[in-house]
T-cell receptor
Framework: DADVTQTPRNRITKTGKRIMLECSQT?????MYWYRQDPGLGLRLIYY???????NKGEISDGYSVSRQAQAKFSLSLESAIPNQTALYFC??????????FGDGTRLSIL | AQSVSQHNHHVILSEAASLELGCNYS??????LFWYVQYPGQHLQLLLK??????LVKGIKGFEAEFIKSKFSFNLRKPSVQWSDTAEYFC????????????FGQGTTLQVKP
C-alpha cells in the first residue's frame, strides 16, 4: 500500500462545481502539503499544515480551501471550480525539515 | 521573494552522454537542498538531498549534486545517462527560516535517446 494516498486519481468536472480531493498518509508525519503542478511552472504550494490545528496558505491559495480532519488526513476543496484550475495536484507529507514524500497525484480537468 | 531557477527546461541526450542540470536559488540563509525526479505518469521521488557537511552528495541511480554556497547553486550530475533516466527533474529548496516550505524550480525535462 502506498504511504501517501490520493483520491481520486483522475477527475473531470464542470465549471462551478465543488470538488474535493483527499489525501491520507500512513507515515505518521505531522506535516502535510498540497501542491499543483502546471507545465513549465514546477510545483506551487497551495496550502500546508503542520498539525491538525495549524493551517497555512501557500503561494496560490485563492480559490482553494483545506481541511485537516486528522493527523493522517488532509483534503483540498475547490469551492467553485474554474478552467484555470485544471492541473495535476499532489499531496505531500514530511516531518520537520525532512524530505517530503509525495502521493501519486490527482489529474483534475475542469471543462 | 525566495526563488529557485532551473536553467535548462528541456534537455535531449544520447545514452552514455554526461548530464549536468543547473539549479540556482535566491536565499542568503541556511538552506536544505533537494533534487526530485518524476518519471512519466508517476509521483515525485527523492533523488538526493543536502543538509550539511560534504557539499558533494550522492543519490540514487548514480546521480550526484554539488552545493556551491558562494554561487547559490546545487547542480545535478550523472556521468553516463541511460534511456531509463528520461524524466522530469525538479530542484527544491527549503529555507530553514521559512517554516519548512519547499520552493520548487520550474523543472527540467530530460529525454534520453537510445
Amino acid at each position: 500500500d502506498a504511504d501517501v494516498t490520493q483520491t481520486p486519481r483522475n477527475r473531470i468536472t464542470k465549471t462551478g462545481k465543488r470538488i474535493m480531493l483527499e489525501c491520507s498518509q500512513t507515515k505518521g508525519h505531522d506535516r502535510m502539503y498540497w501542491y499543483r503542478q502546471d507545465p513549465g511552472l514546477g510545483l506551487r504550494l497551495i496550502y500546508y499544515s503542520f498539525d491538525v490545528k495549524d493551517i497555512n496558505k501557500g503561494e496560490i491559495s485563492d480559490g482553494y480551501s483545506v481541511s485537516r480532519q486528522a493527523q493522517a488526513k488532509f483534503s483540498l476543496s475547490l469551492e467553485s471550480a474554474i478552467p484555470n484550475q485544471t492541473a495535476l495536484y499532489f499531496c505531500a507529507t514530511s516531518n520537520s525539515y525532512q524530505p517530503q514524500h509525495f502521493g501519486d497525484g490527482t489529474r483534475l480537468s475542469i471543462l | 521573494a525566495q526563488s529557485v531557477s532551473q536553467h535548462n527546461h528541456h534537455v535531449i541526450l544520447s545514452e552514455a552522454a554526461s548530464l549536468e542540470l543547473g539549479c540556482n536559488y535566491s536565499y542568503g540563509g541556511t538552506v536544505n537542498l533537494f533534487w526530485y525526479v518524476q518519471y512519466p505518469g508517476q509521483h515525485l521521488q527523492l533523488l538526493l538531498k543536502y543538509f550539511s557537511g560534504d557539499p558533494l552528495v550522492k543519490g540514487i541511480k548514480g546521480f550526484e549534486a554539488e552545493f556551491i554556497k558562494s554561487k547559490f547553486s546545487f547542480n545535478l550530475r550523472k556521468p553516463s545517462v541511460q534511456w531509463s533516466d528520461t524524466a522530469e527533474y525538479f530542484c527544491a529548496v527549503n529555507a530553514l527560516s521559512n517554516t519548512g516550505k519547499l520552493i520548487f524550480g520550474q523543472g527540467t525535462t530530460l529525454q534520453v535517446k537510445p
